[in-house]
Each structure stands twice: as C-alpha cells, then as structure tokens.
C-alpha cells in the first residue's frame, strides 16, 4: 500500500449485505407438526461485505460497503445496521421493483442446515450496473466478499471493479464460496489474477484446484497470478503461500468451543484485513484473522462475537501468550 494519496475510506467492501433468518432447532419431520413454536425468530444481518464491514469498522477503521438491496423493510433493516455500526453507504444501491434477499437457515439440533433463499433477491439481481465505479477507488484495500456469491457479477464484471482498485493503487482481497452454478476458476481466471490476497477455506480450495495435497492447491491457486493464497484449514488456522515465498502456517486459537462458524470466514478476511491496514507482518495478518474469528465462533451470528476493539486486542493478548514460548 505505497500510495501516498489521502483516502476517504480505509477498507471499500463489495459484495452481498443480506438479511439472515435463522430457524432453529427444527426437527426433520417438522412438517408433521401444524405449529412449530422456537423460542426466537428475528432477522439478523448476513451477507459476506456486510459481515467484514461491520467487524472492521467495530476494530476502528472506516469502512464503506457497496452492495444493493431492495426497496423494502429489510433494505431498511440493513441500511439501519450501516449507520449504527458507522459504515459508510455511498456505493449502496436502493433497486426498485426487487426484494432484498432473505436466507432462511433451518438447523436441526445436530447441526445439519438447510438454507432456503430466493432466487430473485437483491443477491442474485445485481449486475455490473448496480455499482457505481467511480466510488470503488476511495479506499486503501478493496475487499470482494466472495468470488462466485453474486453470480452475475462475472470474470468480466470484476475485471472492471479490479481495474478501477488497481488503479487507485488499493490492495484487493477475496474470498470465496463454493460455485452454485458450476462455475470454475478458470471462467474466473482474469479476475483471480488480480487478487493480492485470496482466502478460500481448505475444502473450497480442493473443490476448486481438483488436488488434494495442500502444496499443490496452492501452487495452483498462485499460478492464477494470485498474490497470496491464505487457506482457513478451521481449527488448525491458517496456510498461507506466496508468488514471493511467503509460506507458513499460522495456528488458530486454542482452547475454543464453537457454537456457531457461519461468517467464521468473514470475520477472519476482517481480521486480516485490519492487520494490512495497520501495516503489520503477514504472519501477524493471519493472527489477527485467527483471532478475529475464534471471537466470532463463541457467539450465535456473524457480526455478535467482535462487540469492539477492547475486546478484540484482549483476545489478541491472549492468543500471543498462547504462544509466548513456541
Ligand atoms: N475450532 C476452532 N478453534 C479456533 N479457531 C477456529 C476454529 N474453527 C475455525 N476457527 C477459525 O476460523 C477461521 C475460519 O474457519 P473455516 O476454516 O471454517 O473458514 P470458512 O470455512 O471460510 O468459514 P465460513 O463457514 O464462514 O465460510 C479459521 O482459519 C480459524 O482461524
Ligand atoms: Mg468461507
């Protein structure tokens, strides 16, 4: 991040801001009951930009979302959460004519989920052209929620959004879920080639590459022209592999229960993130990732475990004594 031009924004997040309406426990025959009382039904904000933007901007830097949303209650409802959470929404688009997109995830008591969303929502509606490319560049680092969530924003499409970021002199960081429609890397691979630092789990990575072995996705992965490729292996941290040599693996904390790991991924690129913007190593990057998720994976919902920075630096002070003497 050389560029010596005074930002508006330190972080610039493009991707989904959604509603989430959590069901849960539910039973596998909950169609043989007429009623189905939970102690608790309520939406809670979900979508990957959403997620990263409030949890930067909750550890002291400003972050702007651009995403689109209907005009309608929930639009409101994510519009709302932007301002309580000091998130800057210039680049957020109000459609007409579309719903905001709602993800209904029915849990069972084990943990198996299903998640039930519209195909025609705010997420699956947003082109190219419901992102005004000039308020891209206003940030240091610009971070794409996932590669292949919004499925019409294409290869062509981030191109665009990329080149904008680059010329701005921005950082750009991804993640990634797995494709809905079949898509692979290499209908992405313009894209790919200009992410500086890419954060697809294990899993995905493997999906992805078709290997196996956790050099050769990564070799893969770089070969796109990726800068850095930061593997989330869950537990176990984080793997991250560089065109400059960088390779490491960075631990995750210990001693963590999980309750809940959706928006794991999401926190961790928030963590990383606040790490680049605050200059430090690429090994502390992925500490602060660590961190920031092993907050998040305590507390039921994506944007609950991260409250502020007191909390955050208290978790990094006790992830290093975790390792003081390795
Ligand atoms: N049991 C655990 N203990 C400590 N940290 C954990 C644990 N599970 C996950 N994490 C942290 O969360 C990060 C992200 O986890 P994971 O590998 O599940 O990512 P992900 O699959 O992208 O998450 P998501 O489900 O949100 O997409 C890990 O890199 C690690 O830092
Ligand atoms: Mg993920």
């Known amino acids: 991040m050389s560029t010596?031009?005074?930002?508006?924004?330190?972080?610039?997040?493009?991707?989904?801001?959604?509603?989430?309406?959590?069901?849960?426990?539910?039973?596998?025959?909950?169609?043989?009951?007429?009623s189905y009382p939970l102690e608790q039904i309520s939406m809670t904000i979900g979508g990957d930009a959403i997620n990263e933007a409030t949890i930067i901007s909750r550890l002291g830097h400003k972050a702007g979302l651009m995403s689109m949303v209907g005009r309608d209650a929930v639009g409101q409802f994510i519009l709302e959460h932007c301002q309580k959470n000091g998130i800057n929404t210039d680049g957020m688009k109000v459609r007409d004519g579309i719903d905001t997109s709602i993800n209904v995830g029915l849990v069972t008591?084990?943990?198996?989920?299903?998640?039930?969303?519209?195909?025609?929502?705010?997420?699956?509606?947003?082109?190219?052209?419901?992102?005004?490319?000039?308020?891209?560049?206003?940030?240091?680092?610009?971070?794409?929620?996932?590669?292949?969530?919004?499925?019409?924003l294409d290869n062509a499409a981030l191109v665009q959004i990329f080149r904008?970021?680059?010329?701005?002199?921005?950082?750009?960081?991804?993640?990634?879920?797995k494709p809905r429609l079949g898509e692979t890397f290499d209908d992405m691979k313009d894209a790919l080639g200009y992410v500086d630092y890419f954060f697809p789990n294990f899993d995905e990575?493997?999906?992805?590459?078709?290997?196996?072995d956790l050099d050769k996705v990564a070799e893969k992965i770089l070969s796109y022209g990726v800068g850095h490729v930061v593997i989330k292996i869950g537990k176990q941290g984080v793997c991250i592999k560089g065109l400059d040599g960088t390779d490491m693996v960075v631990p995750a904390m210990k001693g963590i229960t999980a309750l809940d790991t959706?928006?794991?991924?999401?926190?961790?690129?928030?963590?990383?993130?606040?790490?680049?913007?605050?200059?430090?190593?690429?090994k502390e990057c992925g500490e602060y990732g660590n961190v920031t998720a092993s907050l998040a994976i305590q507390s039921i919902g994506a944007?609950?475990?991260?409250k502020n920075r007191a909390m955050w630096d208290a978790q990094l002070e006790a992830y290093k004594k975790q390792y003081a003497s390795a």
Not at 114 to 122: A, C, D, E, L, Q
Not at 164 to 177: L, R, S, V
Not at 262 to 282: H, P, R, V, Y
Request: glycine letters at 12%.
């Open 205 to 212: 990575a493997q999906l992805m590459t078709g290997e196996q």
């Open 303 to 306: 944007t609950t475990g991260v």
């Open 262 to 282: 959706i928006g794991a991924g999401d926190n961790f690129a928030a963590g990383f993130i606040t790490g680049l913007l605050e200059g430090k190593s690429i």
């Open 4 to 34: 010596t031009q005074k930002k508006e924004l330190d972080v610039v997040c493009v991707g989904a801001a959604i509603v989430d309406i959590p069901l849960q426990p539910v039973s596998k025959n909950i169609f043989d009951c007429e």
């Open 109 to 152: 008591s084990d943990g198996e989920r299903t998640f039930v969303s519209n195909r025609n929502g705010s997420l699956w509606k947003e082109t190219i052209d419901d992102i005004d490319l000039d308020l891209v560049g206003r940030g240091r680092i610009l971070s794409y929620g996932s590669f292949f969530n919004n499925p019409r």
């Open 164 to 177: 904008k970021a680059k010329e701005a002199g921005m950082t750009i960081c991804a993640d990634m879920i």
